[in-house]
């Protein structure tokens, strides 16, 4: 920014003042039609949740995973869709642990073989814990009409609770999308809605919160490498028969520990419901999203949520900032060069939303701080020879 | 304190000390593994030395309480002293279909 420095303070405070007022206002008219650049504040977001997150100090005790891996189905002779007596199987054995609810985070959109196809419906008809399914939809990029209509006759005849497995998206229209899932599928009760998979789950808990705001908070495993849910892989066997007994596929030492819990049934094979998420930012992995779904459902089930900003907050958070950056670089850079002012004004304001989300779990989106910025660089220059005339 | 008290209270030390102290105590057994060495099933003392191979990875139960760990190697101790770090990124994406590795 190139000002000029020879008004008084009085004249600079009434300047500052005028141009934050316009900043304010832009910033904020952007931010109700989603048109904010969103990339530097979805960078800072995901590296405050990898870094600031709620580390587990203990796992948890009521929600288990149960993964069919790529392990689980090396003696199978395919992978996808899942061997329908072996999800039958595991149905059988989890049940029998008497859970509280189960939920089964597979598709079933397609014909395999038809006794497979038919013990899996039985097993899911005669299941005695509460037993969520998914379902695709439309929306869902790529699936046929045909294959909706056989889900659709497979989930009535199964006659079970069915949800939907979809997360949260992007609002923003100039938002790149990066395919990182940060937010669950928001949620305003319509009668003939699908409820969320996580949703549907907690509901079988009793006690549950589904927040306002759909960020999620999410838990970080402890560094000592336990993990933030009791998880199970489906250890490697031989393709089992229709009537196999459900022992012979999940030990009963793994079963044993289903009691009185929520348990999660998925795939997590390469490349099939595998998603960024924020924590992975350092590494570039990816999780299946049954980890997705128990994250959102322990967050459900605690009632904790990641609350957006009071809009009066950011109202006067973006002024302040436009405020002082606008001030300061008309008082001090005659000595100091202006990028260390600036550096110096928007590195606080990263810092203090920061700790805001630390402190308080509340998220302040650093695209206003951006936009504060480059508005102030662009107008600056032009209101500081403006200004100057009176 | 009396002498009975002192006696109890020495009792319980001694019997604390030795549950605390058992390699048995925290005993775990692996849920799944990559390894050819520690197959699902066997049992793991917390004072044993493993060794995880670079990109394998090991799930272990404890026994007592039934909490799951993950392991990610390249690593050798104790599953005690385990620390995790940020794994390494998946190697470069495939472009093209293929059946079970």
């Known amino acids: 920014m190139q000002y000029s420095h020879s008004r008084s303070f009085k004249g600079k405070t009434v300047a500052a003042t005028v141009l934050a007022t316009f900043v304010t206002l832009i910033v904020m008219l952007a931010d109700h039609y989603d048109v904010l650049l969103e990339a530097p504040d979805k960078f800072i977001y995901d590296w405050k949740s990898s870094l600031f997150s709620t580390r587990i100090v203990a796992q948890r005790r009521d929600i288990t995973i149960v993964y069919i891996d790529e392990v689980s189905l090396s003696k199978y002779p395919y992978k996808s869709p899942i061997d329908r007596a072996l999800i039958a199987s595991l149905v059988k054995a989890i049940d029998r642990a008497k859970p509280k609810a189960i939920g089964v985070d597979i598709i079933f959109d397609r014909p395999t073989e038809p006794e497979r196809d038919e013990i899996l419906l039985r097993a899911i008809q005669q299941v005695q814990a509460p037993l969520i399914l998914v379902a695709t939809d439309k929306s869902e990029s790529g699936v046929s009409p045909e294959a909706l209509e056989w889900q659709s006759t497979f989930l009535k005849k199964a006659n079970k609770i069915v949800a939907t497995p979809i997360f949260g998206g992007e609002d923003s229209a100039l938002s790149l999308e990066d395919n990182v899932i940060r937010a669950m599928a928001s949620f305003e009760v319509p009668s003939n809605a699908k409820r969320p998979f996580a949703l549907a789950l907690a509901e079988q808990n009793g006690n549950y919160h589904y927040p306002k705001s759909p960020l999620i908070d999410w838990l970080l495993p402890s560094l000592d490498g336990r993990e933030v849910f009791q998880t199970f892989n489906v250890p490697p066997h031989s393709k089992i028969s229709v009537d196999a007994d459900p022992d012979a596929v999940f030990p009963q030492i793994m079963q044993a520990t289903f009691t009185d819990k929520i348990v999660i049934l998925a795939g997590n094979l390469t490349g099939l419901d595998w998603h960024r998420i924020p924590m992975t930012v350092m590494n570039n992995l990816e999780v299946s999203g049954a980890y997705i779904h128990a994250q959102i459902l322990a967050q459900i089930l605690d009632g904790r949520q990641i609350a957006d900003a009071p809009e009066l907050f950011a109202i006067l958070f973006v002024f302040v900032s436009a405020f002082f950056l606008y001030l300061g670089v008309e008082l001090f850079t005659e000595r100091h060069p202006e990028i260390v002012f600036e550096a110096l004004v928007m590195g606080s304001a990263i810092l203090f939303g920061t700790l805001m989300f630390w402190a308080f779990r509340v998220n302040f989106p650093s695209a206003h701080l951006l936009m504060v910025w480059l508005l102030v660089s662009l107008f600056g220059k032009y209101t500081s020879s403006l200004f100057n005339r009176f | ?101």
């Open chain 2, 1 to 101: 304190m009396t002498a009975e008290k002192k006696c109890l209270t020495g009792i319980i030390i001694i019997v604390a000390s030795m549950i605390y102290g058992s390699p048995a105590f925290c005993d775990f057994v692996v849920v799944s593994s990559h390894s050819k060495t520690l197959k699902v099933g066997s049992e793991i003392s917390d004072a044993a030395e493993i060794e995880i191979a670079n990109h394998e990875q090991l799930r272990l139960m404890e026994k007592t309480s039934g909490e799951t760990r993950i392991l990610i190697g390249p690593y050798k101790g104790t599953v005690g002293n385990y620390s995790s770090s940020p794994s390494k990124g998946r190697s470069k994406p495939l472009g093209a279909t293929r059946g079970l590795p």
